[in-house]
């Protein structure tokens, strides 16, 4: 059931923010005339400076003060929109009331959330709600998790063409080239602080199955480590563990149990990042893994962390418009089948992953709420990206220069 006497058809709160900023960039390239934005945030000298900046088309947007320490704005805004996108983080310190405020008004939701324990949070306050009201919520709209989960969802569509049977083991490779954010940054400290202060979130963290909407229905599949040491991809790469594996294959196993476990029960989802062959590889591989730890234990440690926010950027900045162009990412992901036939999807795409690439995600996936309704799967709730959007954001990321590549291997 969805609403339509809506003043907006989408708003995106948290365009002053430095990925908000970026996203309202591409939505003015982007989006049809006529469609209703309007970009929201706390400050409306600072909504103005952003739209002063965007391209001619977004000129005539509507700014509209909200804040989420104040639900009474929040519910006003989810009201006056049918897709609202959110950009303000960290998302467990921020973004609860934003979801709640969606979930009562029945608007679709997205935003780019890495916080696997926000995500579990959002699910078990407003999940039946949601469904209630017709409200799709999407967590994870950008390069947290879209490239992993559109990618996995082809790789089923593939093997189910065929008749080759469910997935079996399926390996994510990532190669990328891009930097850090404040925002990010403040994300994961966030994620360190919740941990070290609760252990029902450091319990959370250690489940392979921590989104799933049945934990008693998940299969008892042992699921790889997302944190391991080097290792080495089936094609001869040397591996490091991805930075971002807890959120992305949580993510990819909530979207397998939403559909019935239609990927496969036997599914074993893993992702590394790939660092070269041979003996150079090896160096490099070892390197980061070593250097991934040694971040993280720094950065849970009050002490240490005084001394990384000396050089890690501060909230607000971001990676320069050429880093960001000169950026790109590169999923190579490989599955076996039940069957044995084997199948391998590439997604790809140009500029700063977390930014630039992230900016052309995002948009594409408010965009395809906005207008894509009719074709959109028929399901509300506390969904994914595939569950929500599945291959119509696919074609629209396609549309907009990302790869989505599948290929038979056997």
């Known amino acids: 059931m969805e609403v339509l006497a809506r003043d907006h058809d989408l708003v995106l709160f948290g365009a002053t923010g430095f990925v908000g900023e970026l996203i309202a960039g591409y939505l003015a390239n982007h989006a049809p005339p006529d469609l209703r934005v309007g970009l929201a945030g706390r400050s409306r000298v600072k909504l103005e400076a ?6 001619a ?3 005539d947007w509507a700014l509209i003060e909200a804040d989420s320490e104040r639900p009474d704005s929040l519910a006003a805004l989810a009201a006056g929109t049918r897709v609202l996108f959110t950009t303000v983080g960290p998302y467990a310190k921020y973004g609860l009331p934003v979801v709640e405020a969606c979930a009562r008004a029945g ?10 324990s926000f995500v579990r949070e959002a699910i078990d306050r407003w999940d039946a709600l949601a469904r209630t009201t017709g409200a799709r919520i999407v967590h994870a709209c950008g390069y947290d998790s879209v490239p992993s989960d559109l990618a996995v969802l082809l790789l089923h569509q593939a093997a189910e063409a065929d008749g080759a049977g469910g997935l079996t083991e399926v390996q994510l490779v990532a190669r990328a080239k891009g930097g850090f954010s404040g925002g990010t940054i403040e994300s994961m400290r966030g994620q360190f602080d919740g941990m070290r202060a609760d252990p029902v979130l450091r319990s959370l963290a250690d489940d392979p199955y921590s989104l799933s909407p049945d934990r008693t229905a998940e299969p008892p599949t042992r699921q790889p480590s997302d944190l391991g040491w080097v290792g080495r991809s089936e094609d001869g790469q040397r591996t490091a563990p991805f930075i971002m594996a807890s959120a992305n294959t949580r993510i990819v196993r909530r979207s397998n149990a939403l559909q019935s476990w239609a990927y496969g029960r036997s599914l074993r989802y893993s992702e590394v990042m790939g660092m070269g062959r041979g003996p150079v590889g090896a160096v490099i591989a070892g390197a980061t893994a070593l250097g991934l730890r040694v971040f993280g234990a720094a950065l849970a440690l009050p002490l240490t962390r005084k001394l990384l926010d000396r050089v890690l950027p501060a909230s607000g900045e971001g990676p320069s418009e050429a880093a960001r162009r000169s950026g790109w990412f590169h999923s190579q992901v490989t599955a076996s089948t039940e069957s044995g036939r084997r199948y391998r999807v590439v997604a790809a795409g ?3 992953p977390g930014y630039a690439a992230t900016a052309v995600m995002a948009g594409e996936a408010a965009l395809s709420l906005a207008l894509d309704g009719d074709r959109l799967p028929p399901i509300t709730g506390s969904l994914t ?12 990321l396609r549309s907009a220069g990302h790869t989505y590549e599948v290929i038979s291997l056997t």
């Not at 952003?50 to 391209?55: N, Q, Y």
């Open 50 to 55: 952003v739209r002063s900046r965007l391209p």
């Open 57 to 59: 088309a977004a000129q």
């Open 107 to 116: 608007t679709h939701y997205g935003d780019l959330t890495g916080e696997v």
């Open 350 to 352: 140009p500029g700063d």
């Open 385 to 396: 990206p595939a569950t929500a959007l599945g291959v119509v954001l696919v074609e629209r």
